[in-house]
């Protein structure tokens, strides 16, 4: 897996590369607790390079989610591939966050 972080506008966004599992999980929540730590409220998810994510990826993305929720800020979530939508779905998880097409619609709207 791969991060790559960018400002745009309000929005930090993590451009997410690779497989989110067991073995490198817990690397995407360190970075995603440290930007909330140093002040960062909203994030997109841009799962563009994304390709493979299990249980415990999910898992980082909810508590990603409920940390945004309990300081007023804003995860949203762009960009995914059919079948990471998929499991998306399949997990109720489409339903816990807001899923964009584009990064760019996430910014246009704020």
Excluded at 50 to 56: C, G
Excluded at 84 to 107: A, P, W, Y
């Amino acid at each position: 897996m791969n991060i790559k972080k960018e400002k745009t506008g309000n929005f930090t966004v993590l451009k997410i590369k690779g497989r989110i599992d067991t073995v490198n999980s817990s690397a995407l929540e360190a970075e995603v607790k440290l930007l909330f730590d140093s002040g960062e409220n909203n994030l997109i998810f841009n799962c563009s390079g994304m390709d493979y994510i299990s249980s415990s990826g999910l898992r980082v993305f909810l508590v990603a989610q409920k940390k945004a929720i309990s300081i007023n800020g804003k995860l949203y979530l762009s960009n995914m591939q059919p079948a990471i939508q998929e499991i998306f779905r399949i997990s109720g998880f489409s339903n816990l966050f807001k899923i964009f097409d584009t990064q760019e619609e996430v910014i246009e709207i704020q």
